[in-house]
Each structure stands twice: as structure tokens, then as C-alpha cells.
Nanobody, 129 residues
């Protein structure tokens, strides 16, 4: 059974950077979409970024140009580099893994929480103004 463990969250000032990492255990990793979602207090969980089997990357409009997702299949990790952070980025960030997917994913698929079957416990990111 796959488990996901996030790390790298913390408190940062506006304009600063953080790098989140997600380590996956279990037998499968490279055959799935890996995604990042976030949830702020009182709000629904929202899509942040994802990377598919081909290495194709996807971003929400709110983070495009500021965040970069990457995966290291050999190390079974996926990372999210977050730059130019603002207080609006404050949330719990979750790593998620889909079931085995096609080589190329679509934005509709990767941005839908129900596409993912395994979730990490979340890591808090707080951006102060």
C-alpha cells in the first residue's frame, strides 16, 4: 500500500520561498499522476499543481509562474518549489497520487480531487504579510 509523507512546510514572510517534498512508499510511483492540493481554513480543497507520467506539468492560475513541480522517480519523491509567496498561499498542502494512468493526463483529470486515491497527511504553509 502506498503512503505519502509531506515535508517542508513552515512559516515564511511574503515574497519568500519554500520547497515542499512528498516521499512515496510502496511498489508503484512512476505510473501515476502526482498532485499537490491545498486547503485554507473555511475553504474547499483546491488544486495547486500536478505532474503526469510523461513529465507534463499542470498549474492552477493562482500559482502559475511562481510554483514549480518536479518528480524524481528513482527517489520516489515529488517536490513543489514555491516562490514569491503571498498570504493568500497560506494553507495546508497535500500531496496526492492517482491510480495507474495513461502516459499523458489532462487538466480536468489532474485538477479533480476524486482522481486521486492516496493522500498525505498534509503540511502547513503560513505566509505572513
Amino acid at each position: 500500500q502506498v503512503q505519502l509523507v509531506e515535508s517542508g512546510g513552515g512559516l515564511v514572510q511574503a515574497g519568500g520561498s519554500l520547497r515542499l517534498s512528498c516521499a512515496a512508499s510502496g511498489r508503484t510511483f512512476g505510473d501515476a499522476v502526482m498532485g499537490w492540493f491545498r486547503q485554507a481554513p473555511g475553504k474547499e480543497r483546491e488544486f495547486v499543481s500536478a505532474i503526469d507520467r510523461s513529465g507534463g506539468t499542470f498549474y492552477s492560475d493562482s500559482v502559475k509562474g511562481r510554483f514549480t513541480i518536479s518528480r524524481d522517480t528513482a527517489k520516489r519523491t515529488v517536490s513543489l518549489q514555491m516562490n514569491s509567496l503571498s498570504p493568500d498561499d497560506t494553507a495546508v498542502y497535500y500531496c496526492a497520487k492517482s491510480p495507474r494512468t495513461a502516459f499523458f493526463a489532462t487538466i480536468d483529470y489532474v485538477s479533480t480531487p476524486s482522481s486521486y486515491i492516496t493522500w498525505g497527511q498534509g503540511t502547513q504553509v503560513t505566509v505572513s504579510s
